[in-house]
């Protein structure tokens, strides 16, 4: 008969291997529902509140916008202008050029007082952003949902650059981790156990939220994260820009 102890490790592996499991089922059931079903994002334009302020979403690497439907039909109904950057795609080129999109749709709607709401790779997106003295103190905060502000240790063992990109050696993440100055801006809200984020999402200086929930994708329908996420657009950080 096992210990106590080993019994309870394999118990953990269990529940960590089918934590991993349910992240892939909810990534393919959004992915086909995402190029099955698209969403006019216009809809989330349209019959708002006019004092609340606009939210922009930013998805992460190989997502596209569809991605984050649970978060901004849940900021929507309360009222929000829910703003996407169609150019984004499915997110896959350097976290510069994508940020330069995001500055030109901000720039070209002339939006203010922006919220960014980012999945993983949109966190680095949306700090690049605001880290930007050219962005013209458009967004006021950003709630970054498991996004590897210190990499990841396993991105170097992909061939890929896209990914290899979030590698904690990595130029761009190593001065967006230098540049301190908008982290009290952010919430970086995250789950207990990230399997593709071993580290963590623990952003110094932020306000950091950690959820009881598992898995990096799945916890985009977690109801922790979209109540922690609604509190963070409805309630800026004091020193805002």
């Keep these: 008969m096992l210990k106590t102890g080993p019994r309870r490790r394999i118990s953990g592996l269990f529940h960590r291997g089918w ?60 009222g929000h202008p829910v703003h996407v950057v169609d150019g984004l795609g499915y997110n896959r080129g350097s976290v510069a050029k994508m940020a330069g999109l995001v500055q030109d749709y901000l720039a070209l709607h002339d939006l203010q007082d922006v919220y960014i709401v980012a999945h993983s790779k949109g966190g680095l997106i949306g700090k690049y952003v605001m880290s930007d003295d050219d962005d013209g103190g458009r967004v006021t905060g950003m709630a970054a949902i498991n996004t590897p502000f210190s990499g990841s240790v396993y991105a170097r063992f992909f061939l890929l650059p896209s990914i290899r990109a979030f590698a904690p050696s990595n130029k761009i993440l190593r001065t967006l981790a230098g540049n301190q100055g908008v982290n009290s801006r952010i919430t970086s809200i995250f789950s207990a156990w990230d399997p593709h ?45």
């Design 19 to 78: 934590s991993w499991f349910l992240d892939y089922v909810y990534v393919a059931f959004w992915q086909v529902h995402g190029f099955l079903f698209r969403t006019d994002a216009a809809r989330y334009l349209q019959d708002v509140d006019p004092r609340c302020r606009p939210v922009l979403l930013l998805p992460g690497i190989y997502e596209r916008w569809q991605f984050m439907h649970p978060i901004a039909e849940r900021l929507h109904d309360r």
């Design 197 to 241: 984020i071993p580290g963590g999402s623990h952003l110094p200086g932020a306000t950091n939220i950690e959820l009881e929930s598992h898995g990096h994708f799945r916890t985009l329908a977690d109801p922790g994260l979209l109540a922690a996420v609604e509190h963070a657009v409805q309630t800026p950080p004091s020193n805002t820009p």
